[in-house]
T-cell receptor
Framework: GAVVSQHPSRVICKSGTSVKIECRSL??????MFWYRQFPKQSLMLMAT?????????EQGVEKDKFLINHASLTLSTLTVTSAHPEDSSFYIC??????????????FGDGTRLSIL | GESVGLHLPTLSVQEGDNSIINCAYS??????FIWYKQESGKGPQFIID?????DKRQGQRVTVLLNKTVKHLSLQIAATQPGDSAVYFC???????????FGGGTRVLVKP
């Protein structure tokens, strides 16, 4: 149980392109999903918290107009990297928790999206 | 283990031996802790968690120890196997929130 699917797994595109990444909870409903970015040999850094039916909460230093988040249903959140540039190249990972917002339940992660901007 | 710059601390262990991975945290408001395993090119995989009202929890071949006095968390892997080779992250969560804060990670290399 608690499977999170992320798509696509890899994207290579030209600078200036906008890229959409999908995150789905397959066997549970997720009121809250999280988006992380991970650079090589580094830890996961939280970018934003995605709340179903409301606006996402962005971490300090993350541009909300650059990284658009939509949480349209209890099983789907999307991250759109708008007008991507080479410095946006990274490994983007989503997660979802199966319990209520502040309960002590582990977040379950997707397998990430490797984004490469040429 | 904690990362220093771009270098992940690495633990080399002989197959069959026990592994101990350490993590220091700084937020005294954290009340929930999780260990994740991340293999190359994949997302983190849940291993085991522990709440702050406990100091030890055991799973299958893994044990997590929590010392709140010194803000230290450890993961012990018994009889380490080649499939245990990965990067291991600790993560913490505050009681008042739902966000996880990840530690720097430790790479475990299992030698046959």
């Amino acid at each position: 149980g608690a499977v999170v699917s992320q798509h696509p797994s890899r994207v290579i595109c030209k600078s200036g392109t906008s890229v959409k990444i999908e995150c789905r909870s397959l066997d549970f409903q997720a009121t809250t999903m999280f988006w992380y970015r991970q650079f090589p040999k580094q830890s996961l850094m939280l970018m934003a918290t995605s709340n179903e039916g409301s606006k996402a909460t962005y971490e300090q230093g993350v541009e909300k107009d650059k990284f658009l988040i939509n949480h349209a249903s209890l099983t789907l959140s999307t991250l759109t990297v708008t007008s991507a540039h080479p410095e946006d190249s990274s490994f983007y990972i989503c997660s979802a928790a199966s319990g209520p917002g502040r309960s002590n339940q582990p977040q379950h992660f997707g397998d990430g999206t490797r984004l490469s901007i040429l | 283990g904690e990362s220093v710059g771009l270098h992940l601390p690495t633990l080399s262990v002989q197959e069959g031996d026990n592994s101990i991975i350490n993590c220091a945290y700084s937020n005294s408001a954290s009340d929930y802790f999780i260990w994740y395993k991340q293999e190359s090119g994949k997302g983190p995989q849940f291993i085991i968690d522990i709440r702050s009202n406990m100091d030890k929890r055991q799973g299958q071949r893994v044990t997590v120890l929590l010392n709140k006095t010194v803000k230290h968390l450890s993961l012990q892997i018994a009889a380490t196997q080649p499939g245990d080779s990965a990067v291991y992250f600790c993560a913490e969560k505050e009681a008042a929130g739902n966000k996880l804060t990840f530690g720097g990670g430790t790479r475990v290399l299992v030698k046959p």
